[in-house]
């Protein structure tokens, strides 16, 4: 079992940053891909970034591309997920979840545990 606990969410003007953090507890979190999703009300739950188990391999959606990192820091059974130059349609609940299986990693059916979500509001 593996418990997910998002943080850093919060209110932020376009153009700003912010910085979550995805806390997970189990001695297992070294071994899986993470990633993370967002969703607004209304819509699907949609794929943002995940990286691999080590860290030396990354994917985003495009509409994050070059503007949203994520990272890892398997010692303190953590994954990051660096946002800069926010826009109003970044404004969402954000979601990190772990893939322990082979599937395709933008799905969330890919996914095997999710945290409760950080709401991020981006006002313009």
């Known amino acids: 079992q593996v418990q997910l606990v998002e943080s850093g969410g919060g209110l932020v003007q376009a153009g700003g940053s912010l910085r979550l953090s995805c806390a997970a507890s189990?001695?297992?979190?070294?071994?899986?891909?993470m990633g993370w999703f967002r969703q607004t009300p209304g819509k699907e739950r949609e794929f943002v970034a995940v990286?691999?188990?080590?860290?030396?391999?990354?994917n985003y959606a495009e509409s994050v591309k070059g503007r949203f990192t994520i990272s890892r820091d398997n010692a303190k059974n953590t994954v990051f997920l660096q946002m800069n130059s926010l826009k109003p349609e970044d404004t969402a609940v954000y979601y990190c979840?772990?893939?322990?299986?082979?599937?395709?990693?933008?799905?969330?059916?890919?996914?095997?545990?999710w945290g409760q979500g950080t709401q991020v509001t981006v006002s313009s």
């Open positions: 990286i691999n188990w080590s860290g030396s391999n990354t």
């Open positions: 189990g001695r297992t979190f070294s071994s899986y891909a």
């Open positions: 979840a772990v893939k322990r299986s082979s599937g395709t990693y933008s799905y969330m059916r890919s996914y095997d545990y």
